[in-house]
């Protein structure tokens, strides 16, 4: 089976930083695209940062300059690292990975349980 857990989430001051974690775990063959969405309360889920099995990354424009997105493949385990946080930031976030499992060897998304991060004015 194949997992994946998030943490880091919390509450912080706008202005300040949180480094989130989303950690994959499991009979995992390989791992490509990885995604960071969020999801505030009455809106629909947005994605937030993507990062690829190269290494390339893209980001939604209301985070350019203030997030950053990582990855370390040796340990499966993906980063977003946000600066500058806004109260609008307020919202809880998941981890989205495309996954191949050993048990069949094709891409599969899989979604982590969400984190909260709060951001007070």
């Known amino acids: 089976q194949v997992q994946l857990v998030e943490s880091g989430g919390g509450l912080v001051q706008a202005g300040g930083s949180l480094r989130l974690s989303c950690a994959a775990s499991?009979?995992?063959?390989?791992?490509?695209?990885m995604n960071w969405y969020r999801q505030a309360p009455g809106k629909q889920r947005e994605l937030v940062a993507v990062i690829e099995g190269d290494g390339s990354t893209d980001y939604a424009d209301f985070v350019k300059g203030r997030f950053t997105i990582s990855r370390d493949n040796a340990k499966n385990t993906m980063y977003l690292q946000m600066n500058t946080l806004k109260p609008e930031d307020t919202a809880v976030y998941y981890c989205?990975?495309?996954?191949?499992?050993?048990?069949?060897?094709?891409?599969?998304?899989?979604w982590g349980q969400g984190t909260q991060v709060t951001v007070s004015s």
């Open positions: 499991g009979s995992i063959f390989s791992i490509n695209t």
């Open positions: 989205n990975a495309e996954i191949a499992p050993y048990s069949d060897f094709r891409a599969h998304y899989y």
